[in-house]
Nanobody, 123 residues
């Protein structure tokens, strides 16, 4: 069992920045690849970024590539999402998720989910 808690959301203006954090419970954080997803009102959940357990390829949605950066600190059981140059279309609830061992980008394949943190970008 893994519990995930997101934080760092808020209200920002277009062009602003936020850093989201996701803290995982337990001692086996490094057994999981981590992902970030988001869901805007009335829309389906979409993939944002994913980070492998250790070294390897990092994946980003085309819509955030060059603006968002995912990182992790296994010693702190934490994954981050640095969001720069925010746009109104980035407004959504952001969720972190954990997938056992391997990196994936499909939300239905993830094993554990946080409760989400709201990001609102005003024009």
């Amino acid at each position: 069992q893994v519990q995930l808690v997101e934080s760092g959301g808020g209200l920002v203006q277009t062009g602003g920045s936020l850093r989201l954090s996701c803290v995982a419970s337990g001692r086996n954080f490094n057994m999981y690849a981590m992902g970030w997803f988001r869901q805007a009102p009335g829309k389906e959940r979409e993939f944002v970024a994913a980070m492998p357990r250790f070294g390897g390829s990092i994946y980003y949605a085309d819509s955030v590539k060059g603006r968002f950066t995912i990182s992790r600190d296994n010693a702190k059981n934490t994954v981050y999402l640095q969001m720069n140059s925010l746009k109104p279309e980035d407004t959504a609830v952001y969720y972190c998720a954990a997938h056992f061992l391997t990196i994936v980008t499909i939300d239905s394949e993830y094993d554990y989910w946080g409760q989400g943190t709201q990001v609102t970008v005003s024009s």
